[in-house]
């Protein structure tokens, strides 16, 4: 009888282990495949920085910054005396 229970005993301990070790092996291929598709992603991150670096760089190509020359007034900043002459007429 000693012996009967014994060995019952073993046969659950070793099925519960058999669940854990299922239960463990579909975890490492779940890890297995969340490391394949984080590869991919960082892949795929590298490739979007190289084009928004590449996209950034074109937008500057067309940019020209010209220095050194000497300006006159503008338009808006000639018509401020006569702008500020007519308000002293009609106050006046």
Request: proline content about 1%; aromatic content about 4%.
């Amino acid at each position: 009888m000693k012996l009967k229970k014994s060995l019952d005993f073993l046969v659950d301990e070793v099925s519960i282990v058999k669940q854990q070790q299922k239960t463990i092996l579909a975890q490492v291929e779940e890890v297995r495949t969340l490391r394949l598709q984080n590869t991919k992603k960082e892949k795929k991150i590298a490739v979007l920085e190289n084009q928004v670096a590449e996209l950034e760089q074109y937008t500057w190509m067309n940019i020209i910054i010209i220095t050194g020359l000497k300006t006159k007034l503008s338009y808006a900043q000639a018509s401020l005396p006569i702008l500020q002459n007519s308000r002293q007429t009609i106050q006046r």
